[in-house]
């Protein structure tokens, strides 16, 4: 990080899959539009358009983020000595920190240049989140994420598909060849197989 306090405001037009690994920083993350699947322990916690949540330094998660998603997050330096939450989980945003965050967003996009107003716009959320407490709570659509598997029939849709193909790239990473990756989660359905890998993951099988 080049600042103790930066702000990020992405579009994500492919579904994109963070390795598992520690925070290297405290994060608080907004979702914007579309949804992000935050994978913490042997759970995994949905977060769709107007939810926060917090992610403190050297927690180990991952983040599955569906294509067409924005999302807005800020990183606070492991240097800054502020007490912030260690836990991690879902925030409730005052409406002040709602404001700062919509107006940090305005700035990022027609801006390349962080002044100072930026700059006061980040101490405002850093001072904000001291008084933040995250919860974690597994909702119906966390659950059936969580206990999702290939023979699962109580997700379907966008999402349903999303988790497929997700499992079928962590196969395809651990070696299994792509053959049998068609057969256990596409029924043989290569067309199918290789359409939703390039369409959702933007790469070839």
Known sequence: MNHAIEFQSTHYELLTITPRKKSLHNQLFRVESGKVLLKLGKNEYVYNAGDAFWLPFDCLSSLTILPGSHVNSIRLSVRLS???????????????????????????????????????????????LLRTHPKLSLSLESQQVSQWTPDSTDLTGELALILRVREARKMKLSGIKSDKICAALFGN?????TQLYHSLLGESI
């Open 82 to 128: 502020d007490p912030f939450p260690n836990k991690a989980g879902q925030v409730s945003l005052t409406p002040l920190m709602t404001a700062v965050i919509d107006r940090l967003r305005v700035e990022w996009a027609h801006s390349e240049k962080r002044d100072d107003l930026h700059l006061d716009l980040l101490t405002v959320v850093k001072h904000d």
């Open 189 to 193: 359905n290569e067309a199918q197989f």
